[in-house]
Antibody
Framework: QLQLQESGPGLVKSSETLSLTCSVS??????????WGWIRQPPGKGLEWIGSIYYSGRTFYNPSLKSRVTIFVDTSKNEFSLLLNSVTAADTAVYYC??????????????WGQGTLVTVSS | SYELTQPPSVTVSPGQTARITCSGDKLGDKYVSWYQQKPGQSPVVVIHHGSRWPSGIPERFSGSISGNTATLTISGTQTLDEADYYC???????????FGTGTKVTVL
């Protein structure tokens, strides 16, 4: 099973860009027809899907966040990343990266990172 | 946008059966996964494709779908099953993953 680990600043200023990276170990990010995703959870609230990227590079984004989100893969580093611009306090959340080890978007998210809390300050 | 609705909370006595529902338009035509999340931990999938068990998940967890409602059933509920549970599906119309609103299961 893959191991995923999020990294990035824990504090971001309002209106700036949130940048997180998910390092993948236990396998190659480019070895299979897999999806790589980002999900977040505001404190005390439920899970919200942010977006995912297929191994081919095709991206899928939450319609409510689409205008502010970019997800990309760096195969040389075996990692994938999230950029969320123009952040506000509403973007304060624990951010999880996750993997879907299937070529179908209807399959489950198999592995999750431990999550990283990002706080947006004014 | 596509939405999945769950009851905020379910309370069950130890050893009894807990049922958690997840409602969405034409959900019976989609594949549903269920995730368990304990405080301070990452979610873990307990059911996928509506009714399949991932390896390592006890068979007291089961899933079903009928019409617009998916149900996660926990038989012989144990105190260690206390957690938040989320349903999730892929909506092809919007090409998006969608998570349910979440249900807190309390065992007492």
């Amino acid at each position: 099973q893959l191991q995923l680990q999020e990294s990035g600043p824990g504090l971001v200023k309002s209106s700036e860009t949130l940048s997180l990276t998910c390092s993948v170990s236990g396998g190659s990010i480019s070895s299979g027809n897999y999806f790589w995703g980002w999900i977040r959870q505001p404190p005390g609230k439920g899970l919200e899907w942010i977006g995912s990227i297929y191994y081919s590079g095709r991206t899928f984004y939450n319609p409510s966040l689409k205008s502010r989100v970019t997800i990309f893969v760096d195969t040389s580093k075996n990692e994938f990343s999230l950029l969320l611009n123009s952040v506000t306090a509403a973007d304060t959340a624990v951010y999880y990266c996750a993997s879907r080890l299937s070529s179908s978007p209807t399959s489950k998210y198999d592995s999750w990172g431990q999550g990283t809390l990002v706080t947006v300050s004014s | 946008s596509y939405e999945l609705t769950q009851p905020p909370s379910v309370t069950v006595s130890p050893g009894q059966t807990a049922r958690i529902t997840c409602s969405g338009d034409k959900l019976g035509d989609k594949y549903v996964s269920w995730y368990q999340q304990k405080p301070g931990q990452s979610p873990v999938v307990v059911i996928h494709h509506g009714s399949r068990w991932p390896s390592g998940i006890p068979e007291r967890f089961s899933g079903s779908i009928s019409g617009n409602t998916a149900t996660l059933t926990i038989s012989g509920t144990q105190t260690l099953d206390e957690a938040d549970y989320y349903c999730q599906t892929w909506d092809s119309g919007t090409a998006s993953d969608v998570f349910g609103t979440g249900t807190k299961v309390t065992v007492l």
